[in-house]
């Protein structure tokens, strides 16, 4: 190294002398240097440096000398033995004579398969055990436990009782479809017999009404018939009540028809004795025997020239209808509604029927309702009329509706007066649902909203699958008979009416239309008059606009439709619409 160098290379660090102690006690000089942080021991003897157990801390002046001093100073610790080698890695050897053995495979668990069948129905009522659950859906223990689960629900034992609201929902989830069972316990007592007054077209079924209650309600039907559903109580002579419906004859109602035989507890059969058994008496027949409700034959117009209440009687005869005059059960009576002939002893025989069914309701407890008919009011909203079974309906509770929920704004009688409460046997007309439910649907009472929206979710799903499930059914059904008839003309329909039931009766009306020539397309079906929504749909399909007993549309609308060439027709009576007849 040069002479120019070295003191260069000394001064840019400073070294102390520092006196040793080694293990033996010896003492001895070393020189202590840190450079760049690290501290070395110098020393001529590298085992005098190793064996230095104290030294004092010296920092440099100059932190650059550090960069140059580095790795001299590493290399005279590795030639004085102070820097120790490294370690090499143990590897560990494999003594194993046989091969290593593989972990065994493990499948994963299958998924639970629940046999069930959506056409089922099993029956489901409050306090009921997941063993009773699984009886009846076919499903095991742990899938109804994994439902329950995802719908927040925890139920550890197969023992334990869960509400009538989670057996529907877990049915839903299954696919299967659910009746729900009321108990019979609480206080039982006496209620009015339920009658529903059925029959033909213009047979005198509203007229009966109209005689038995003093009022003028035939007089205010478009054409002279009734056009859907009416519900009313009818305080009689001896001071007992009845509730009676009045269904409308047209064919076109049957299923109207059938809803209110399925809530009734009898039923009155008109026939007119001057025109004897038509086809809607037969209908009205085959309904109330397959409810399994008994009825009583009322043969109306008996003081018509012409009339022969004989001939009728053997008509109904000859349809099975077993009357007393045969030795059977039915009672007859003869009457004439306009003149107020026989009155009083329709009267007789309906009370003499309720007394030998002994009619009675649990009156505590959740009420078990359903809807005869549903309407939308312009200021009110969505309105249900509905006939109690049992229980109790109160104004306030948060009641299901079919897939329909709400909470219940106010009750209204027959008279249209508010009311608290409604009884069974009471028809009521219930103010406060979110939406529009389907005539002939059930009124579920539950204990919160989140339960109600729940269940109304619950339902609207399963309705929306098997809409999806009908439709593909009616594509595949369309597509097979465009392939046998390509000349067919397609004739796309919007339905509007003024109540469920009539769009349903209008919509079936029209679907009878079909042929191999001519297929209906209901594009479209609601409640309340004609709007703006409905012409841009129209125009859009290219349809059709029908509208049943609701009133004219406004000239905006007229004005809007006749620019989009848009055919509206507005209609009061069923049988003004076009059959396949």
Known sequence: MSKQLMPRLLGMFRSRMQV??????????????????????????????????????????NFHAGVYMLAWNRKREEVAGLKAPKKEK??????????????????????????????????????????????????SIVALQDILADLGEKVESEFNSISVDLAELVAMELGVNIRRMHTGEGTVEPRPAVVTVMGHVDHGKTSLLDSLRQTSVAAKEAGGITQHIGAFVV??????SITFLDTPGHAAFS????????????????????????????????????ANVPVVVAINKCDKSGADPERVRIQLGSEGLLLEDMGGDVQVVE???????????????????????????RIDGPAQAFVVEARVDRGRGPLATAIVKAGTLVSGQHIVVGAEWGRIRSL????????????????IEIEGLRGLPMAGDDVVVVDSEERARMLSQGRKKKQEKDRLQKIDEDMTEEAEMAEETPERVEMPIIVKADVQGSVQAVTDALRSLNSQQVFVNIVHVGVGPISHHDIDLAQACRAYIVGFNIRTPPSSITLAATQANIKVSCLLLIYACPTAD
């Open 412 to 427: 209204r009688d027959t008279a249209g007066n508010i009311t608290e409460f409604a009884k069974p046997a009471m028809p």
């Open 235 to 240: 305080e009689m002579t001896s001071g007992a």
């Open 335 to 361: 009457i004439s509604a306009l003149a107020k002939l026989g009155l009083d002893k329709l009267e007789e025989a309906l009370f003499l029927q309720a007394e030998m069914m002994d009619l009675k309701a």
């Open 90 to 139: 143990r590897v560990k050897k494999e003594n194993r004579t046989q091969p290593p053995v593989e972990a065994p495979y493990v499948a994963p668990k299958p998924k639970i398969a629940i046999k069930s069948s959506p056409d089922k129905t099993v029956d489901i009522f409050d306090g009921m055990t997941l063993i009773d659950l699984a009886k009846r859906t076919g499903a």
């Open 255 to 290: 299923a109207m028809r059938a809803r209110g035989a399925a809530v009734t507890d009898i039923v009155v059969l008109v026939v007119a004795a001057d025109d004897g058994v038509m086809p809607q008496t037969l209908e009205a027949m085959s309904h109330a025997k397959s």
């Open 20 to 61: 040793g102690v080694d293990k033996s006690g010896n003492r001895y000089f070393t020189r202590v240097k840190e450079v760049d942080g690290f501290k070395f021991l110098h020393s001529d003897k590298p085992k005098v440096a190793a064996n230095c157990t104290a030294y004092k801390h010296y920092t440099i002046r």
